[in-house]
């Protein structure tokens, strides 16, 4: 035991990912938003489509990606948060 928690700067991009979710959720229940049915990035049609936020402070400022293409989006930002680069 005795584990410190620290927020890092990736805890606190977390917690805004959920926020940006939430927002997008509440927004695609309302009819406000569509989610469409192909990934922007590789043209996948796919019934799983899912909202990526490039921005977070604009929170319905989403890319709709497949699964596939949106884990490799994450992994990729994970790489630049190693290398301490802005996302
Ligand atoms: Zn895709
Ligand atoms: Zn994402």
Redesign the pocket.
Known sequence: MGNEYSATAFTIMNSMVSSSYRAVSRAVKAGEMIRPVVCSRCGKISASIEG??ARYDRPLSVQWVCHSC?KK??IAIKKEFRRGTAI
Request: charge should be neutral; aromatic fraction near 0%.
């Open positions: 990526h936020h949106h989006i994450h």
